[in-house]
């Protein structure tokens, strides 16, 4: 891969005193996101938001002197896809990063790849957490600053006896509902009283899944769903919701993968007072927010398009990433990524983002209140919470931790003090 140096201080300001212009060199970003099938429904404006903040980018100068080049790709939510053009991104585009992926099947295909050519991505979803790759950052949720805070609102808030944990069939969801058990048996709960259901991707017929869900309460304890159904099944889960006249107060539903994006395609005045977990809400009243719908609104020419989490995460994860490249002087990957430890920017919602020595973010929790309008009130947020990459509640990790910047270890062992490799059960 081409590397990418900083101009010497001296000729850099000479250049830019010259001419406004930037040099004629490239450095090329690479955007892996489906545009068709299942997943388009959320990754398309991932891949939006990645053009603008590129185009912003260059308006402002560029990188190291240099022009930045967004070059998309398309993986159609074929996970076998995602690693093919992780592939070419790198060896046939040279790219010098990626950010790209939502579902953890994609991002699983896509690591190997990384790995062996010592590649660089941006992981921008909410995800199940029991990783951490050094070639990685991951600026979505890990289970601690999502799932686990919406379980405890669950239980503290509105009193939920009986659980229903409903996901899509694959990585993410199984993972992240393993830990919910683990949490919730500890919690108290009955086991009996956690329903697991897992569905495929675009799944549409939930008549009988959510009739199932409704006869837990048959006994009189309160219900509540943890959604971790995925992509486009999401506007039959909820339409069969609306068709059966369940409303939040019969039957809260808690969702990890829907937000704004997902529920602008739905008739939301049905869903008002369900919830979502998220680090961002497009709501959040700061000047920091405003001024990030605003040049969205602005670039795509439309403003009925809304903003949402992800989008947040690529646009923390790309300023870092570019600050990185700054303090570092090139966009050499080994370089890049000990720049990265320890980098700060602003959220949207107030407060900075933390990157940590275990490429995982912190950030603040909050749990969002579905409006008739198709946004969220948010009612709870936390302070800033340190993404944890293993979960303490699953027996495989609870003595594990990473730290690449001291112990250089993704996976390092506290009980035996040693660094290992972790096969996943799920």
């Known amino acids: 891969m081409i590397k990418r140096t ?17 040099a004629d060199c490239t450095i090329k970003v690479g955007v892996l996101h489906s545009l068709s099938g299942s997943m388009a429904i959320s990754e398309t404006t991932l891949r939006d938001v990645m053009l603008m903040l590129v185009e912003q980018q260059n308006d402002a100068g560029g990188l190291l002197g240099c022009e930045l080049e967004a070059v998309v790709v398309d993986p159609a939510s074929d ?32 690591l190997p ?37 919406a379980v405890d609102y669950f239980l503290e808030e509105l009193g939920v006896e009986s659980f229903a944990l409903l996901g899509t069939d ?52 309160q219900v509540g769903v943890i959604s971790t159904i995925n992509g486009d099944a999401n506007v039959g889960f909820y339409t069969e919701l609306a068709a059966q006249g369940i409303d939040s107060f019969d039957l809260p539903v808690v969702a990890f ?9 739905l008739d939301t005045s049905r869903l008002v007072g369900h919830l979502a ?46 600050q990185a490249v700054e303090q570092a002087g090139t966009t050499d990957v080994d370089a890049v990524r000990e720049a990265m430890w320890g980098q700060e920017f602003p959220n949207l919602t107030g407060g900075m983002a933390v990157m940590n020595v275990n490429h995982h973010l912190s950030k603040p929790v909050l749990i969002g209140e579905i409006r008739a309008d198709g946004q969220f009130d948010i009612i709870s947020q936390t302070e800033e919470v340190a993404g944890e990459a293993w979960s303490p509640f699953l027996e495989e990790s609870a003595t594990l931790t990473s730290d690449w910047q001291n112990l250089g270890c993704g996976m390092f062992d506290t009980a035996t003090e040693t660094c290992v490799q972790l096969t996943s059960n799920y």
């Open 6 to 22: 900083l101009l010497t201080s001296a000729a850099a300001a000479s250049l830019f005193a010259a001419s406004p212009a930037i």
């Open 79 to 110: 996970w076998p896809l995602f690693a093919e053009l992780t592939r070419q991104l790198i060896t046939v585009d040279e790219v010098d990063v990626i950010f790209g992926a939502w579902t953890s099947v994609a991002r699983k295909a896509v």
């Open 113 to 149: 790849v990384l790995e062996e050519l010592n590649g660089l991505m941006f992981y921008p979803v909410q995800y199940e957490g029991q990783e951490s790759s050094r070639n990685v950052f991951y600026t979505g949720a890990a289970p601690n600053q999502q799932a686990i805070p």
């Open 170 to 221: 694959y990585v993410y969801p199984r993972t992240t509902n393993a830990i919910l058990e683990a949490y919730l048996i500890d919690a108290g709960i009955d086991p009996e009283d956690i329903f697991v259901n897992y569905t495929p991707f675009g799944h549409s017929d939930w008549s009988t899944i959510v009739s199932d869900v409704v006869a837990m309460g048959a006994g009189g304890k």
């Open 257 to 265: 993968s829907v937000g704004e994006e997902e529920l602008s395609g």
């Open 277 to 322: 977990a998220w680090n961002y809400f497009m709501s959040a009243d700061t000047e920091a927010n405003d001024e990030f719908i605003a040049a969205w609104h602005e670039f795509i020419g439309d403003e009925s398009r809304v903003t949402n989490d992800p989008m947040e995460a690529h646009y923390i994860g790309f300023n870092m990433w570019v």
